[in-house]
């Protein structure tokens, strides 16, 4: 019998959340547990453990309608280049084409090399932009306002049209995380952008930031940053250069790129010129 063999197929739910952030902290993601618990609560989570039980590779598809957003693709240094990843992302992929959806996901460089091969497509690039400490803002003039809970639905239809997809369970998780940092931008009563943030397990996460134009989307997120304290995460679209060079005079660096990859597919679903930041690469 190899040591490949001695590894056991598992479903994870939300009770292997702190464990999988050991997963995710190894390779030096952000996430936390109450990010895990929401994935594997909203989704369904695939793994391997070892012969000691140890989780060593993970994997999820969270059911955004039309498509299934494929998550937490990770496997514990030991056991890579054995085809687990691959393994997994066959699982994810069989998972999305049994409910009738269509696979995406936001690739690290690495990952691209496993998904490529699986019939992924690259769709546009993002680049995470990190600050350990953001510096002063000044006010920014713009049509934004606290948003609060009343404003959930609207902002939660608008997002349906401008992300091509149904993913309203998590925004209002992660608008529950940091309902002070969350802001919307309205004209004449109508929502035409907005922002929310979250905590990470070493710096704020902000996004999704979505917005009608480069003036707007930095009031939407000078309101967020405003009395932020610590490092804080953006993973901005490459298109939107006056954004990404606001970040950069406001204390912000690159500091990995990420692609958004469909199956079969080369045109995103969502409106990217509106989507300023993504909510992560983990939820889309
Ligand atoms: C990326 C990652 C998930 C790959 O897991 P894995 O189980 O080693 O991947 P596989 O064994 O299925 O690799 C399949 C193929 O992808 C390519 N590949 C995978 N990792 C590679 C690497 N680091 N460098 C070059 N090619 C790589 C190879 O072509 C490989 O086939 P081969 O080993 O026969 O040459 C793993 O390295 C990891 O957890 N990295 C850190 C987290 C991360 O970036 N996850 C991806 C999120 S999108």
């Known amino acids: 019998m190899t040591e490949r063999t001695n590894l056991t197929e598992v479903l ?44 060593v590779a993970t994997a999820l598809t969270l059911p955004y309608p039309p498509f299934a957003w494929i998550a937490m693709v990770l496997v514990t240094k030991t056991w890579q280049r054995r085809g687990l990843a691959t393994e997994l992302l066959r699982t994810c992929i069989d998972d999305a084409e049994r409910s009738g959806l269509v696979a995406g996901l936001d690739a690290t460089p690495a990952g691209t090399l496993v998904y490529r091969p699986l019939g ?6 993002l680049t995470r932009m990190r600050a350990e400490t953001v510096a002063p803002i000044k006010t920014i003039a713009g049509p934004v306002r606290a948003m609060t809970e009343a404003d959930l639905d609207t902002v939660l239809a608008f997002d349906r049209k401008l992300f091509g997809a149904e993913r309203s369970g998590v925004l209002r998780h992660l608008f529950g ?92 679903y969502d409106d990217a010129a509106s989507q300023y930041a993504i909510a992560g690469p983990e939820l889309g």
């Open 177 to 268: 995380r940091q309902p002070g940092h969350a802001f919307l931008a309205e004209v004449s009563g109508t929502v035409s952008g907005y922002v929310l943030a979250r905590e990470g397990r070493e710096a704020t996460q902000i996004g999704p930031l979505a917005a009608p134009d480069e003036s707007t989307a930095c009031a939407l997120v000078g309101a967020a940053l405003a009395d932020l304290k610590g490092a804080v995460y953006l993973d901005v679209g490459d298109r939107h250069t006056s954004l990404l060079s606001w970040l950069d005079d406001h204390g912000f660096a690159p500091q990995r790129p990420y692609t958004r990859m469909i199956m079969g597919r080369a045109k995103p």
């Open 120 to 125: 992924f497509e690259a769709v546009y690039g």
């Open 12 to 55: 994870l739910g939300p009770a292997d959340a702190a464990e999988a952030v050991a997963l995710s902290a190894e390779a030096g993601w952000n996430q936390t547990v109450d990010d895990w618990a929401l994935m594997l609560e909203f989704g369904a989570g695939f793994g391997r453990r070892d012969r000691y039980g140890r989780l």
